[in-house]
């Protein structure tokens, strides 16, 4: 599978974006999705999953309460909404599919499939 995020860009604190991840291929709802981020000098970092249906989701500590994870498996594509953005939520933002097992999965090395990342960039 082949995957294309979009939707960064520069936003104020407190302000929103939502992201999104284009995905190719007819597995997609076979796969558990996620988030991650990397800011730059730390390593990449888990920020939501989700399941193949769509029915569980689950968030770093850091995001709960104001991102939301969500997927089209009739579109193959899947979702971040960003809400009440802070200057330590920039990072580059990638989308990840693994192949195999159930949600939760929290680990890059759980994920076979990545996205080439998008930039978030929060103002203070």
């Known amino acids: 599978v082949q995957l294309q995020a979009s939707g960064g860009g520069l936003v104020q604190s407190g302000g929103s974006l939502r992201l999104s991840c284009a995905a190719s291929?007819?597995?997609?709802?076979?796969?558990?999705m996620g988030w991650f981020r990397q800011a730059p000098g730390k390593e990449r970092e888990f920020v939501a999953t989700?399941?193949?249906?769509?029915?569980?989701?689950y968030y770093s500590d850091s995001v709960k309460g104001r991102f939301t994870i969500s997927r089209d498996n009739d579109k193959t594509m899947l979702y971040l909404q960003m809400d009440n953005l802070k200057p330590e939520d920039t990072a580059i933002y990638y989308c990840?599919?693994?192949?195999?097992?159930?949600?939760?999965?929290?680990?890059?090395?759980?994920?076979?499939?990545w996205g080439q990342g998008t930039q978030v960039t929060v103002s203070s």
């Open positions: 990840a599919a693994a192949s195999r097992g159930v949600a939760p999965k929290w680990e890059p090395n759980d994920y076979d499939y």
């Open positions: 989700i399941s193949w249906r769509g029915d569980r989701a």
């Open positions: 291929g007819r597995s997609f709802h076979t796969y558990v």
